[in-house]
């Protein structure tokens, strides 16, 4: 895995864009390169 460093502007932007995953009815997942799910939000 590749190690990502946030700044703190960055954070913020990750935990509203978590925050928007977390509370939309839309289906929303995340997958490998080869198509493994990783994460689905409760809308998947």
């Known amino acids: 895995m590749k190690e ?3 700044t703190a502007a ?3 932007e990750l935990q509203r864009a ?6 939309t009815q ?3 997942i995340s997958k ?3 198509g493994i799910i990783t994460s689905r ?4």
């Open 4 to 6: 990502i460093a946030l």
């Open 10 to 12: 960055g954070l913020v």
């Open 18 to 23: 978590r925050s928007i995953i977390e509370t």
């Open 26 to 28: 839309d289906a929303v």
């Open 32 to 34: 490998t390169r080869e």
């Open 41 to 44: 939000n409760k809308g998947a």
